[in-house]
């Protein structure tokens, strides 16, 4: 198959729903183009139905690419409250993506403040690639129910 025929076929329209009204959408699209089709409400999520005794998958708002089904159906519902485990503590995240601070801040309370106070995160069980790693001063992690975070607080002196 010619490239041009695999571009073709990548992106291709299928019908969805969301909310149970009908839409036709690009396949692949992102997470924020799908709230913007379906006109899901502030506060809301939006979920990929799966079938049998399972929960619907979130789609997240940004612009993650993903590939729809023809007739996928997708429904709107109220903000999950996530759940991660920091510092071998349940904690609720204030968001789908967390900063590195607020992971800091989840960890301790009062969080140590001065010029000699380093933090170290590490991450697992991320929502998004990568699923492990290193959170650093000014990055964000995507998280889901279960992300485990270890945070540790180094006083240089």
Do not use: C
Not at 120 to 138: D, N, S
């Amino acid at each position: 198959m010619s490239d041009e025929q695999q571009e073709i076929q990548r992106d291709h329209i299928v019908r969805i729903h969301i909310d149970q009204h009908r839409y036709a959408s690009p396949s692949p699209t992102t997470g924020e183009a799908l709230y913007h089709l379906g006109k899901v409400a502030p506060g809301s999520d939006l979920y990929r139905e799966v079938e049998g005794n399972r929960e619907d998958r979130p789609v997240w708002d940004d612009g993650e690419e993903i590939n729809l089904h023809e007739d996928e159906h997708l429904h709107s519902g109220p903000a999950a409250t996530i759940t991660v485990i920091v510092n071998g503590r349940k904690k609720e995240a204030p968001g789908r993506v967390l900063t590195f601070m607020q992971v800091v801040a989840l960890a301790f309370d009062p969080v140590p403040s001065g010029p000699d106070w380093v933090f170290t995160v590490t991450y697992r069980k991320a929502a998004r690639k990568p699923h492990e790693g290193t959170l650093t001063e000014g990055e964000t992690v995507a998280v889901r129910n279960g992300t485990i975070f270890n945070v540790t607080a180094t006083n240089k002196s």
